[in-house]
């Protein structure tokens, strides 16, 4: 890569009515203490990626190399603020990074932590028990002609 990461983002935008770390957090299921009976309405994302014009090298690309640096979870959502300045890589993966993270089945290629199970709205980053590849579509809308 030859030029720098775009910044996609000026500022983040908070999606959340809590700050995370505020409340209990149990480690078994995944869940904080306000996580209870809460439904969130699905909005469509502010933000998209373009990766024809996001990719580029970050931090990780230049002094990450003995460590295993992980790809950013914001840049995939095409709300990174960081920049060339991130310390995870702003690119799509290519086989050997997919062959490197299931090596760890700890983590997904993200960094984030998986669980002995699944959550129960099937949402996270799943399961380090079981392999899975199913992508979970719903709320579509069908139209009846």
Not at 3 to 16: C, D, H, L, S, V
Not at 21 to 43: E, M, Q, S
């Amino acid at each position: 890569m030859q030029r720098p990461a775009r910044r996609q983002a000026n500022e983040a935008k908070k999606e959340t009515a809590y700050e995370e770390g505020n409340y209990d957090y149990n480690i078994w299921y995944d869940k904080y203490l306000t996580d209870r009976g809460v439904h969130i309405d699905r909005a469509p994302s502010l933000t998209k990626l373009k990766p024809e014009i996001d990719t580029g090298y970050t931090k990780a690309d230049h002094f990450e190399k003995k460590h295993a640096s992980y790809f950013c979870v914001y840049f995939a959502r095409g709300a990174c603020t960081e920049g060339v300045n991130c310390r995870y890589y702003h690119r799509v993966p290519q086989r050997e990074d997919l062959e490197r993270a299931a090596e760890d089945n700890l983590r997904d290629v993200f960094g984030r932590a998986r669980h002995a199970t699944h959550k129960d709205n099937l949402s996270g980053v799943g399961s380090f028990n079981k392999e899975c590849r199913t992508l979970l579509v719903s709320r579509i809308k069908l139209d009846p002609s």
